[in-house]
């Protein structure tokens, strides 16, 4: 069934990654940060259950779309996989038609919110002072959770500010969580957000005004 998913993925133009028991496939999601998870829920060493937990409790992977693809299709078993925090159930088997429908389904929410997100970060227009991580103690923080945040709202990588703070990358991370516990959020965008209105007074840029008139409209434009 892997071999099978994994060939009419590649022939859709998909670059999947596979793993053949649920400790592997951990590991392969928060080494390969993937768009997307179909998982099994009966698996050697870890099950489907215990994968989606660990996905969502990291901060790094806890928004990754999660699908389980699974032989138990009982009711119940479909309401605690759901609750678990999946984002769709589909049972075995699954036409082709149907996968690739629940995959671009969750793709495409994926795509609108991220690009929610980057429409109200191009709508305000920051000035942002990044000489002292200072401020950013303001929200809470402890002076190495603001200094991370602050090379976080600079746009840098977990490795990048391991070597800029002489820390590892665990170390980041770790940092990263209790910052996201502390701000409220659930990833750098919105993370990013709070540390720009704290280091600087944002300001709203001025909607485009229609250009009306009494004759016939000539032309439209579409907002994406």
């Not at 489907?48 to 409790?57: D, F, K, P, S």
């Not at 082709?96 to 495409?108: C, N, P, T, V």
């Amino acid at each position: 069934m892997r071999r099978n998913v994994l060939m009419m993925l590649e022939m859709e133009g998909f670059k999947p990654l596979s793993a053949e028991n649920g400790r592997k496939g951990l590991e392969l999601a928060r080494r390969e940060n993937p768009d997307l998870i179909l998982c099994d829920i009966t698996m050697p060493e870890m099950d489907g259950y215990g994968v989606l937990q660990e996905l969502r409790n990291d901060t790094e992977t806890a928004t990754i779309p999660f699908v389980f693809l699974t032989a138990r299709g009982e009711k119940l078993d479909v309401r605690v996989g759901m609750n678990y925090g999946a984002d769709d159930y589909l049972t075995k088997p699954v036409g082709h038609e149907e996968l690739l429908a629940a995959i671009a389904a969750r793709l495409e929410r994926k795509r609108t919110f991220e690009d929610h997100t980057q429409e109200q970060l191009a709508n305000v227009k920051f000035t942002p002072d990044f000489s002292s991580p200072a401020l950013l103690e303001k929200l809470g923080l402890t002076p190495r959770e603001a200094e991370v945040l602050l090379w976080v709202a600079q746009g840098k990588s977990n490795a990048d500010i391991a070597i800029i703070t002489g820390t590892s990358e665990k170390t980041v991370k770790n940092h990263m969580t209790h910052i996201f516990e502390k701000l409220g959020v659930e990833g750098r965008n919105a993370a990013t957000v709070c540390a720009l209105e704290v280091l600087s007074t944002p300001v709203l840029k001025p909607k485009r005004q229609a250009n009306l008139g009494t004759g016939s409209r000539t032309g439209s434009e579409k907002n994406h």
